[in-house]
């Protein structure tokens, strides 16, 4: 279970990257909910959520992620 | 061919297809374990495949030879994989490799028989995909050669993923609806494949522009139309055939096709094309190298790094058919294309605009139908190959 406190820093990523400052995520949030989320964008995603956190996220591990909690938790393996 | 060889010959060929599957579902439905009902459907596949595809001269058999050789090195790599875990980088690297070196090694020489071989090493290529990606299967050798050596999918793809086979491969998928479907889906493809591929190819360059007249500007689109709904009912009707053998057998494979003619724009058609090869060459080359550009550029650099990766996954794709500059000319149209949507996409998102244009019937309607004629243009060039036979249909149009 992603912890509040990952999602909450995850969130101006996701204004950054989607050019929408009104978007508003939950661990359930997955590219369907959101405008524009597609294979190019969730690239985008995770190269800033890099910048972001500080960690490497794979190539193979990038189409493995189907919604907001489960990039969270990867996030959160990573960190330790 | 005149009308009684050719019935001779397709009922020669479906009564050899049928003692195939006869052979195959005999073994699928024993009562034998998992492992040893692979075993004997490897041995099986081999045979089918000799049969099917190759012969009994030496060049056949020392290319069949050297394909098995590949995939027991190439199961021998996996194992080796699986010990470290599926996550150890330097051997990831060489066992998804190797089919590709192997690929070009073969492809640079001419004397062995090489049908299937690209396929091959592309099914061998995405196996360690699954492997790293989904914690590893533990694949025992005789399953390995039964999943690469199918013959439903040897010589043309789909590119399916081992998973797939796995899964279904095991007898307690074949059922009645599944046959149904199968025979409904070989039918299908049969009829594609035969007949109707047949007559449209009368409308393609190789035969419309040879007939020693000039033409207008419109029967070059036509010849390019003509030629792209061939190539699909040609290669969507052989995907059906092998998607339909095997679920004769209750054995998923991975659909290629999915209404390409309704795409609304080149990336979208990519999508519905060749899906296989596709999603492939996205894992392999678009998301790895977009990844590392993006990290070198930062986000703010996108649309550079779009267009770098675009044309970079294309030329792959260019280079996988061939040298001919046709190949080039298609595949960096669609590059072009490929990239200015994803920006445009981009910057109607970023306007608040792309979701009324992508729900608009009237845009939708007319982006169908210029990206049916940009791919059927593009696919003009394709199709002409060469520059002589650019250039010479080109002469034979009408000023």
């Not at chain 2, 195939?20 to 005999?26: E, F, G, S, T």
């Amino acid at each position: 279970m992603a912890k509040p406190e990952t999602i909450a820093k995850m969130l101006p990523v996701f204004h950054e990257v989607f050019d929408d400052d009104t978007l508003v995520i939950a661990p359930a949030t997955s590219a369907q909910d959101v405008d524009g989320w597609d294979s190019l964008s969730h690239i985008r995603l995770m190269v800033a959520m890099e910048s972001a956190f500080g960690v490497r996220i794979k190539a193979s591990e990038v189409a493995k992620l189907n919604n907001v909690g489960e990039l969270a938790e990867l996030i959160e393996r990573k960190l330790g | 061919m005149e009308a009684k060889p050719l019935i001779a010959s397709t009922l020669r060929e479906l009564g050899w297809i049928a003692a195939y599957l006869a052979a195959a579902l005999a073994i699928l439905l024993s009562g034998l374990s998992y492992q040893l009902k692979q075993w004997l459907l490897a041995a099986l596949n081999i045979a089918g495949v000799l049969f099917f595809f190759l012969s009994t001269s030496r060049q056949d058999i020392v290319s069949l030879a050297i394909i098995l050789a590949a995939v027991v090195a190439h199961w021998g790599l996996l194992k080796v994989f699986s010990a470290y875990g599926n996550d150890n980088d330097r051997i990831y690297w060489i066992a998804f490799l190797f089919p590709i070196v192997l690929l070009v090694a073969l492809k640079s020489q001419s004397t062995l028989h090489l049908l299937g071989v690209s396929y091959l090493a592309f099914r061998m290529a995405q196996t360690v995909f699954e492997l790293r990606d989904y914690s590893g299967p533990n694949i025992a050798l005789g399953e390995y050669l039964a999943f690469l050596i199918f013959p439903t999918t040897f010589s043309a793809g789909p590119i399916s993923p081992f998973l797939y086979y796995r899964d279904t491969a095991n007898g307690a998928t074949v059922s009645p609806h599944n046959l149904g479907y199968g025979l409904l889906r070989v039918m299908v493809g049969y009829i594609k494949f035969r007949f109707l591929a047949t007559m449209v190819q009368q409308l393609t360059f190789t035969n419309l522009w040879i007939d020693g007249f000039r033409h207008g500007h419109v029967d070059f689109i036509v010849s390019g139309a003509a030629y792209y709904v061939y190539l699909y009912l040609n290669f969507s009707g052989y995907t059906d055939i092998a998607v339909g053998l095997s679920a004769i057998l209750g054995i998923r494979v991975k659909e290629n096709f999915a209404n390409p003619f309704s795409a609304r724009n080149v990336r979208e058609f990519w999508q519905r094309w060749h899906i296989s090869l596709t999603e492939f060459v996205r894992n392999v080359v678009f998301t790895p190298l977009s990844m590392t550009l993006l990290r070198w550029f930062g986000i703010r650099f996108s649309a550079v790094v779009i267009v770098i990766s675009a044309f970079a996954t294309f030329a792959v794709l260019a280079l996988w058919h061939g040298t001919e500059p046709g190949y080039f000319i298609f595949y960096g149209a669609h590059a072009a294309a490929f990239a200015l949507n994803m920006i445009g996409e981009s910057e109607l998102r970023k306007r608040k605009l792309l979701r009324d244009y992508m729900a608009n019937r009237w845009i939708g309607f007319a982006s169908r139908i210029v990206t049916f004629l940009f791919i059927s243009l593009t696919f003009a060039f394709f199709d002409l190959q060469s520059w002589p036979a650019i250039t010479s249909a080109f002469s034979l149009i009408t000023p």
